[in-house]
């Protein structure tokens, strides 16, 4: 048995999105996790500078693999 899928029936323009393609409930939960890992840095790199200092870590001195 074979399927095929009808051609759509309206035509747009290449690169646009199909209409009802993003709903609202969509477009928030991109919106709040994207927001979460902004959150969390933004309240963790304060925290933790103190105690690493401003410095960049060593370099290691080992030497280059032969």
């Not at 290449?14 to 609202?24: E, N, R």
Request: net charge neutral.
């Amino acid at each position: 048995m074979t399927a095929t899928a009808d051609p759509p029936t309206t035509t747009r323009e290449p690169g646009q999105l199909a209409g009802g393609a993003l709903g609202l409930t969509s477009v928030l939960f991109c919106i709040v996790t994207g927001a979460a890992p902004l959150t969390a840095v933004l309240f963790d790199v304060p925290v933790a500078t103190p105690g690493g200092g401003y410095a960049p870590p060593p370099h290691s001195r080992s030497p280059p693999p032969r």
